[in-house]
């Protein structure tokens, strides 16, 4: 037997008459819907048993059968059919109309399709089916012509002239005996005749009308089907009355909706048996057609119908649109049974793959595998004793139980928002005490996670495959990659690196610190101060006290040291313990390692800090060149360890020893740096804040400087505008003068703020200078700065101007972020729309195309450079040593960080690599353009969903982009740069700039022309003598390098501002509006310090060009002047070029143009319609889908989650579902042997037996 649940498409239509009295259980004729005081259901009403099924599980309405054992059967009385009471959530009723109507969407929507079919504008047709004009169907043989409109008077004098002769109506009637006479495929050919010699706005109308007739040529749907005869009624579960506390019920409002429509309906059946006058049944017909309109979509003509309280009923399309909708709320995102959510606090004592989880909730989420084990272990004798047992949860055994079941299962964390794929991460469960959740403070990064109140939701795999994925792929400990750029996430942050530093510093004035001598045979020692007031500032403290710079001493100065020795690593610890030796005095250590020849020892200078620092970490990282016999014995981390050389070290780990090692170090850092950050006694006192003492005579300076400024304004010597820049200027130097003293005063100290800043546990060097430099000048709501600075830091405080002119600051950033948020988050969710399919689908796409990369520079700064733009790609074409010949990379191998470095070693500066927009694999790309997978620093796999990952990894860093376009300060006629987010977005919807760039068509020479005061800019080509001329709109600004006579190259900009992707396709083609698109969102991102993968921005912009126009069909089936898929346009030439080597002869290939879309309108234009349909302008989409009939492949991942079947990327791909599971058994030798079924049965009832 076939599965039900197997399909590969899912078609959508218009529903015909027929169609829906199929579908119906019966007819519903009564507006009523329960009886109030037996609350049962009333017979054919809105909610009757005999049409949609029993209210109660196996009952009938009149209670003549009861129990399952008439199942099946109907009762002779009351008609219901004895089932199950959950059939009310699938059958469906009907109304019999007594007038056609039309449905709205057809033809209110835009355009209006019925408009398009029938050729009548809007306005009238309107008109007509709501009774105010009439519409002749029949002219017969008088002079009026079919579709001519008629109002009253005209039709009455039409009528008097012609009596019976013609034929002419009002209301959806006529429309549907006009739609009844068209032959589509006649039509089509008429609308193609008139297109060969049509141009203008005829031309596009005709396309429009041709678009909609040839949808209904090739779907099969009738035109008449836009007008309905029959009504269906959604089944009643899915519209439900609920009783409320004082009697009173709630119902939803489809059902007041239905009953208008019922109650209209039955009395135009009455006035027509009646035979009414016809202004009176014009007007119920009317109000009929209004009704069905309210139902389907309310609102959308006229005013909508409104409840009790003046709210709009909630129509069938409001069902299915926007975020509370169908769609997005119950399809694509649905709540789970097995979750819990409570307050997170951190858990220092866990292990990166674990998490605390309270017992009552572990206890509520894990009852059926407890119970399941109460049964197996006989702690219970059945299921039902077993759950009393977990209710109570008195009993030992149950939580014996609970600990054998939590043991291997791991439990999913999620925390709101999920911006990237690490918002979700398994951990194994720890049961704890209490009721907050218990979170590794390693995995605060990746959750974006602070203990200051936060919420996690926990949910538990059930099957053993999703207990094996969470295991495997989301495991805490496997995730230590950020997917959008490779580094590590989970580089330690606050206590932990201010551990870690106050271990390796090196520090003077503790116990055991070497000593200083004039001579060298050590007997003349000079003390401390001595040595400094030698040295005079040319080292710090820490830098003459550790053993880098002993010779510089020797030879400079004659200052010769001597360190207390130990023999090895135990002896110096224990006179660390009892106090001898400092933690941060350097000193002689000897340290043996085992090597092939026997143990080998060398002596070293290092502190016991550094010795313990180095214990748990691998001591081949690559900080230190091993293969130099002299750096043998070194520790690997002989540095001061900041936040940046904790981040490196964590990176080394992973690359060197994988994640498992990595994990086990990161644990053990975490631990000593917890410990050592609490020995450390860091506090922070007001005191801290040392204030310079140069402070007061900068400020000085700088008021007389300003005093000077403002009397060469009032002699007129300058402008106001010079003025208030100089005074600026003034302040900012001051500022500056300030910060630079305050960081020289902290340097070399071991003040606690400044250990904090410099190691970069907390706080940053502006705060700093707030603390206590000065606050400096402020910018006003306008962005224009105010020239009166803050003098003050928080440490003297602020006086109440400065206070006041300080807070506008603080309430504007707040505003920002909150915008932001929301900006952000609609960025993403629209990247995610257009990227959802792109998925890993082959190995090789074979394509003999890439794009060329190099070094993405800012002026002079380069923002990224080639070898990061190299590593883990792969070349197209082996790249050589230009001046050795010795292959760096080649095309079979993906470029690794030392192939990179080699590359740009050699002097390459530009390479070509295999890139997704060249890929030519359909539905999907191939992993060799992909490259790697940079969450787990290898090559990608085939089912890796690298669409969604591109687009968290663009989304996610969002908010923290700027929002603010910047203004170019003082020089008037500057342009607004947009910068930050909305640069992005401009990019990525492919917008024009506000101020754009005009760009040359042609190679050619400038010359200038004035034509009515307009500026043209003429660019004209000796050669071909080709002509273009450019008007320069008022207030663009012509560059400086556009002189008269200047040579100008084709594409390059004229005039200042950004340039319009549009018009470098047009001008330049596809590669150049690639990299323009890929380093402008490099810019946007990397100058706020965010660091993105150059193949997520391609995988977007891929989606970006994915269609184009067919400019020449050739002899494919495709149709000229249609938008297509590029690979549409492909695979139809691959089929001319078979029947070419086929022997075929003369055959032409279709041309194209590429078409750069905006994101939004790209996910539009997807294939699928659930797709489109579930992301923006639900009701245009579906309307469109229905009169085409269009069928969804169910490619992508959002249209398999809608439809609850696997999504196909992943373990979800028929690649890994097709598996069969083939015993094997090891032999006696130790050879594995495939079984066959005997053999195994019998090898099973063997080893029954033994």
């Keep these: 037997m076939e599965n039900q649940n197997e399909f590969s498409s899912i078609r959508i239509g218009l529903a015909s008459p027929e169609k829906i009295r199929e579908w119906s259980y019966g007819e519903v004729t009564k507006p009523e819907t329960i009886n109030y005081r037996t609350l049962k259901p009333e017979k054919d009403g809105l909610y009757c048993e005999k049409i949609f099924g029993p209210t109660k599980d196996w009952e009938c309405h009149c209670g003549k059968y009861k129990r399952i054992r008439y199942k099946g059967k109907i009762c002779e009385r009351c008609g219901v059919e004895i089932t199950r009471s959950k059939v009310r959530r699938e059958r469906m009723g009907h109304i019999e109309l007594a007038a056609p109507v039309s449905h709205i969407w057809y033809f209110k929507g ?69 739609l009844q006479d068209i032959d589509v495929f006649q039509l089509r050919d008429e609308l193609n005749a008139e297109l060969e010699n049509a141009t203008g706005q005829k031309r596009v109308r005709l396309l429009k009308r041709l678009d909609v007739v040839d949808a209904f040529c090739k779907s099969g749907n009738k035109l008449e089907w836009m007008i309905l005869d029959v009504i269906p009624v959604i089944p009643p579960d899915i519209r439900p009355m609920v009783q409320l506390d004082g009697g009173r019920f709630a119902t939803s409002d489809l059902n007041d909706l239905y009953r208008r429509v019922i109650n209209r309906n039955n009395r135009l059946k009455r006035l027509l048996e009646l035979g009414a006058p016809d202004i009176i049944v014009r007007n119920e017909k009317r109000m009929l057609q209004e009704a069905v309109d309210a139902l389907i979509d309310n609102g959308r003509r006229g005013r909508p119908v409104t409840g009790p309280s003046n709210r709009p009923l909630k129509s069938l399309s409001d069902m299915l649109k926007g975020k509370q909708g169908r769609f997005r709320q119950n399809l694509l995102g649905k709540r789970v049974d097995y979750s819990g959510r409570s307050v997170i606090v951190v858990g220092p004592e866990l292990k990166m793959h674990q998490c605390g989880l309270p017992k009552e909730m572990a206890i509520e989420l894990f009852k059926p595998f407890v119970m399941k084990r109460l049964v197996a272990t006989g702690a219970a004798s059945n299921i039902k004793s077993a759950r009393k047992k977990v209710e109570r949860a008195q009993d030992p055994a149950v939580w014996d139980a609970l600990e054998v079941v939590i043991k291997d299962h791991p439990v999913m964390l999620n925390r709101a928002p999920t911006l990237h794929r690490l ?29 200051d109140g936060d919420q996690m939701a926990v949910h538990v795999p059930l099957s053993a495959e999703a207990q094996a994925e969470a295991r495997l792929l989301m495991l805490a400990a496997n995730n230590l ?129 550094r010795v313990i620092f180095n214990n748990p970490i ?45 994990s086990v170090a990161l644990d053990a850092i975490k631990a000593q740096g917890y410990k050592y950050s609490t020995v450390s006694g860091t506090t922070v006192a007001v005191c801290d804040a040392l204030i310079p003492a140069a402070k007061k005579t900068f400020l000085e300076e700088a008021e007389k400087k300003v ?82 600075p803050i003098r003050a830091n928080y440490r003297e405080g602020l006086n109440i101007l400065e206070y006041f002119i300080s807070s506008r600051g603080a309430r504007k950033g707040l505003a920002d972020t909150a915008l932001r948020t929301a900006d952000s988050g609609y960025l993403t969710r629209r990247l995610v729309d257009v990227s959802q399919d792109v998925i890993i689908r082959d190995d090789d796409c074979g394509c003999k195309e890439g794009i060329v990369v190099k070094a993405i520079m800012d002026g002079n700064r380069e923002l990224e450079s080639l070898s990061e733009r190299l590593i883990g790609r792969f070349p197209l074409d082996e790249v050589k040593d230009p001046n050795t010949g010795e292959v760096l990379a080649s095309p079979d191998e993906m470029i690794s960080k030392e192939a990179a470095d080699k590359i740009v070693a050699a002097g390459i500066t530009e390479v070509k690599i295999r890139s997704l927009i060249t890929c030519k694999s359909r539905h999907g790309v191939c992993r060799k353009c992909y490259g790697s997978n940079l969450a787990f620093n290898e090559p990608v796999q085939v089912g890796e969903a690298v669409g969604i990952i591109a687009a968290q990894s663009i989304g996610e860093p969002g908010t923290q982009l700027t929002m603010r376009t910047f203004h ?85 900009e004229l005039t200042y501002g950004s340039k319009n992707p549009n018009d470098i396709l047009a001008i330049l083609g596809e590669e150049a509006v690639y990299n323009y698109l890929i380093q402008e969102v490099q810019f946007a991102y990397r100058t706020q310090g965010v660091d993105i993968n150059d193949k997520h921005i391609e995988v977007i912009v891929r989606q970006m060009l994915k269609k184009c126009t067919v400019d020449d069909a050739g002899d494919t089936d495709l149709v000229a002047g249609t938008m297509v898929d590029v690979s549409a346009v492909d695979e139809a030439n691959d089929q001319i070029d078979v029947r070419i080597a086929a022997g075929e002869t003369g055959l032409k290939k279709a041309t194209r143009t590429p078409v750069l879309m905006g994101i939004t309108k790209a996910s539009l234009a997807t294939d699928s319609f659930l797709s489109a349909a579930s992301f923006q302008e639900t009701t245009r989409v579906l309307t469109d889908a229905a009169i085409k009939g269009k069928v969804d492949p169910l490619i992508g991942l959002k249209e398999n989650v809608i439809i609850g079947k696997l999504v196909p990327a992943g373990t979800g791909m028929d690649v890994f579902r097709d598996v069969d599971v083939i015993p094997s058994y090891l032999s006696s030798d130790g050879k594995e042997e495939i079984l066959n079924l005997e053999q195994l049965q019998k090898l099973l009832t063997n080893n029954a037996s033994e």
């Design 110 to 178: 835009i355009p209006s399709r019925l408009g398009l079919v029938l050729d009548i504008s809007p306005r009238y047709l309107e008109k007509v089916l709501y009774f105010a004009l009439y519409i002749v169907t029949d002219p017969g043989d008088t002079p009026l012509e079919k579709m001519q409109i008629l109002n009253e008077k005209e039709y009455a004098d039409m009528r008097e002239r012609y009596e019976d002769d013609f034929e002419a109506g009002m209301g959806a009637e006529a429309i549907k005996k006009l």
């Design 423 to 451: 918002g979700i991460q398994a951990f194994e469960p720890v049961l704890v005490e209490g009721r907050a959740i218990k979170l590794h403070p390693l995995a605060c990064t990746a959750f974006n996670a602070d203990f």
């Design 481 to 609: 990659l950020k997917p959008s750029d490779g580094k590590p996430v989970t580089v330690p942050t606050q206590d932990m690196v201010i551990g870690s530093y106050y271990l390796t510093m090196i520090k003077e004035g503790e116990p055991g610190q070497p000593k200083f001598f004039e001579d060298e045979e050590r007997t003349k020692e000079i003390s401390f101060e001595d040595v400094k007031a030698r040295i005079n500032g040319k080292y710090t403290d820490s830098q003459f006290l550790c053993a880098d710079v002993d010779d510089q001493l020797a030879s400079e100065f004659s200052i010769y040291k001597s360190y207390k020795i130990y023999r090895d690593k135990d002896e110096a610890m224990m006179a660390y313990q009892e106090g001898s030796l400092g933690m941060h005095s350097p000193a002689k250590i000897r340290v043996s390692k085992e090597t092939e020849d026997g143990t080998k020892s060398a002596v070293i200078i290092t502190t016991i800090g």
């Design 618 to 662: 691998p001591q081949d990282l690559g900080f230190v060149d091993r293969t130099d016999p002299a750096l043998a014995f070194k520790p690997e981390i002989d540095f001061v360890v900041k936040k940046g050389e904790l981040g490196k070290i964590v990176d080394k780990l992973i690359s060197v020893h994988g994640v498992s090692v990595a």
């Design 707 to 788: 005093d000077e400024i403002t009397m060469n304004y009032n002699y007129g010597l300058i402008t106001n505008d010079e003025r208030s820049a100089a005074v600026i200027k003034a302040w900012e130097d001051c500022t500056n003068k300030v910060t630079n003293e305050l960081t020289s005063n902290f340097d070399g100290t071991h003040n606690p703020i400044h250990m904090m800043v410099d190691s970069g546990a907390r706080g940053s060097t502006a705060q700093l200078r707030q603390l206590a430099g000065m606050r400096g000048l402020i910018a006003n709501t306008a962005g224009k700065t105010i020239e009166i």
């Design 968 to 1052: 170019t300060g003082g020089i008037a006629g500057g342009e607004d740069i947009t910068q930050g987010l909305p640069r992005v977005e401009e990019l990525f919807e492919a917008r024009k700039p506000k101020q754009y760039a005009i760009l040359s068509e042609i190679d050619g020479t400038v010359r200038f022309e004035e034509v009515k005061k307009a500026q043209h800019i003429v660019v004209a080509n000796n050669e071909t003598l080709e002509e273009k001329k450019y008007l320069v709109p008022y207030g663009f600004r012509i560059r400086e390098e556009i002189t008269e006579g200047a040579h100008v190259v084709k594409g390059q």
